[in-house]
């Protein structure tokens, strides 16, 4: 059996299983009762390798992207998945096997893919510009029909981004505008530095800056306010040199702080004021915002991460490292360049996502995936979903049962909703023994009443990434799907 190889990683197996399949299914069984005011696209994107691994050593970030919708409407439900035809994925189809080595390292990768990008696609999946975009920030955008999830090949934004591209943009429902991030590279000779981008509501780049990093880091996120922007520089250090000498590509250096470069979003390299707080490993925000002068992050953080070894080879375990939601306050007005941190929630959680439409405006509630009894949620399955009140730390919280595995959860309006709880909140979840996937949805307001419906995927779909919701009355499902 040519997949026996999937069975030599946690992340290849069990809720990881890749499915090897493309399908249609135009709709599917609802227990329970879909809300009418629900009406719109979720997207969620995930590695899915189409080909085993070369080599023992596989990463979770290295699958093929894989990109779900499914479509709301009427009560009803319909789904489609496709992968993201990448010319890497592309090249491999046409050779029947997997030519790269992890994360793309050259040293462990077939000189037949010598000159092909290593781009997954597999981490983002967004909407702006009136453009599907599947994101991973080691590469630029790949573009999908929205509707058909057909590939239609890289953004580049007029030739600016033909390098790399973050897979968590800013999205600013004010404006309208996206604001990225290029990972941080180093040229020769020059310090580690990032690229900064921002594309206006139409899709069109107005703004590319390089800004100048103290380290050469992994910065797979970034925050946007009203006003600024902050670059977090953890302690994941990332190194060509070492993964080409046999070492990991990407390593936790203990001795690194955290530095936090905070730039007017309308600035520029020389304007950025560094802040520093204690090493974190810190991937994901909820949200940030400006309130009385200061630039409030709610973030999910640790002290470390089970994800990548430590620069000395070892790998410290998950119960170690357990992210929680922290709040990191930053004051420009402060004589000192300390970060504070509060824990605002201590649950042991992967994704925080708040309303999106607050994006950079100040918000109250962040929804996550959360683990209870798993004894590292990100192998075995995170088995709960929360929803957390940043005001007293209150948790509104529901338990899918042990061993089951469920995604990240996210806000999704109701047609013609405004207020911040005033809609649904929606999660793949898959069941401890299950053959199936269910797509479950809340009432925002009241997780732990259970889901208010269940659609029923009649296949394992594995854990994935990240996934968005569009309204059909919001103006990016408008502008990309046209009329519903
Ligand atoms: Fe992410």
């Not at 730039?263 to 974190?280: H, I, L």
């Not at 509104?396 to 996210?410: N, R, V």
Request: hydrophobic content about 40%.
């Amino acid at each position: 059996m040519a997949d026996s190889r999937y069975r030599e990683s946690p992340f290849l197996t069990g809720h990881h299983r890749p499915n090897r399949m493309e399908v249609d299914a135009p709709d599917l069984f609802i227990e329970g009762e879909l809300p009418a005011d629900l009406a719109g696209v979720f997207y969620r994107n995930g590695a899915e390798p189409l080909y085993p691994p070369t080599a023992e050593d596989y990463h979770w970030f290295d699958g093929d992207g894989m990109v779900y919708a499914f479509f709301l409407a009427d009560g009803r439900v319909s789904l489609r998945n496709r992968w993201v035809r990448t010319g890497k994925l592309l090249l491999e189809m046409k050779e029947g096997r997997r030519l790269f080595g992890v994360h793309g390292n050259p040293a462990t990768t077939d000189p037949l893919a010598a000159g092909t990008r290593y781009n997954t696609a597999n981490t983002n999946i967004v909407l702006h510009g009136g453009k599907l975009l599947a994101l991973m920030e080691g590469a630029p955008p790949v573009e999908l029909d929205p509707r058909t999830l057909d590939t239609l090949g890289e953004e580049h934004y007029g030739g600016v981004v033909t390098t790399t591209f973050g897979a968590h943009p800013t999205v600013d429902h004010g404006t309208g505008e996206m604001i990225n991030i290029g990972s941080v590279a180093r040229r020769k000779g020059t310090a580690p530095e990032l690229r900064y981008d921002i594309i206006d509501f139409e899709g069109k780049l107005i703004t590319s800056e390089t800004v100048p990093v103290p380290y050469q880091s992994m910065l797979h996120t970034f925050f946007v306010t009203a006003n600024h922007v902050v670059f977090p520089v953890t302690p994941l250090d990332v190194s060509l040199r070492r993964a080409i000498s046999g070492g990991p590509m990407v390593a936790w250096d203990p001795d690194r702080p955290t530095l936090l470069g905070v730039m007017p979003r309308r600035g520029g390299a020389s304007d950025v004021r560094w802040f520093e707080a204690p090493p974190r490993h810190m991937m994901h925000q909820a949200n940030v915002w400006e309130q009385d002068g200061r630039l409030i992050a709610d973030v999910a953080a640790a002290e470390g991460t089970s994800l990548f070894p430590s620069l000395d080879g070892t790998r410290r375990p998950h119960r170690e490292t357990r992210q929680s939601l922290r709040r990191w306050i930053i004051d420009p007005a402060a004589a000192t360049d300390v970060v504070r941190e509060e824990i605002l929630n201590d649950r042991d959680i992967q994704f925080p996502r708040p309303d999106d439409r607050l994006a950079t405006t100040p918000s109250r509630y962040a929804f996550a995936n959360s683990n209870l009894h798993s004894a590292d949620g990100r192998a075995d399955g995170m088995d709960s979903v929360v929803r957390v009140d940043t005001a007293d730390g209150a948790e509104d919280l529901y338990h899918f049962g042990d061993g089951a595995a469920a995604g990240e959860l996210i806000f999704a309006p109701r047609i013609g909703g405004t207020g911040e709880l005033d809609g649904y909140a929606v999660t793949l979840v898959h069941r401890a023994g299950a053959a199936d996937t269910q797509l479950a949805v809340f009432d925002a307001g009241d997780l732990a009443a259970g889901p208010l419906a269940l659609v029923h995927i009649p296949f394992v779909i594995p854990s994935g990434f990240h996934c968005n919701y569009y309204s059909v009355d919001s103006p990016l499902y408008r502008q990309a799907l046209g009329a519903s």
